[in-house]
């Protein structure tokens, strides 16, 4: 990774559990992420997308939680229930990787996919690869 690569990026991570909120929040900001919003749920997430300044350029999100959970908030958001948040790039973080989870994230148009608990340098290879880099 290059010095500064993602000092400008707004991550979004949305997980139930308050440990694996704690990792995911330190293990981005190891890797240069500028700032990190983490939410409990997909309605929770949807609530601090609408207010999020500065504006979230990517988003991690569980697949498993309570309330909403993470394909039902990525349908909301690409179906553009918050403004300016249709296109922005949504990285799956789940326990399994699975054929149903694989199918499920062509249809809502998922970024990738991050199996916990993530590492560093996979975390950032699909960051990259969500960003278009």
């Known amino acids: 990774m290059t010095d500064g690569e993602f000092a400008a990026l707004n991550v979004m991570a949305i997980e139930d559990e308050a440990f694996s909120q704690k990792v995911i ?5 190891s890797i240069g ?3 990190v919003t983490v939410a409990d749920n997909g309605a929770d997430a949807l609530v601090k997308l609408a207010g999020a300044e500065p504006k979230i350029g990517l988003i991690i999100c569980d697949i498993e939680m309570p309330e909403m959970g993470g394909f039902e908030f990525v349908r909301q958001v690409r179906y553009g229930s ?3 948040y249709k296109d922005v790039p ?3 973080l789940t326990g399994k990787d699975t054929d149903k989870n694989a199918q499920n994230a062509r249809i809502h148009k998922i970024n990738g996919f991050l199996v916990k608990p993530p590492k560093a340098n996979t975390m950032t290879n699909v960051i990259r690869h969500a960003l278009g880099g």
Do not use: C, P, Q
């Open 82 to 84: 918050v403004d300016g």
């Open 90 to 92: 949504i990285v799956m």
């Open 25 to 29: 929040s330190e293990l981005l900001k």
């Open 33 to 35: 992420v500028g700032s």
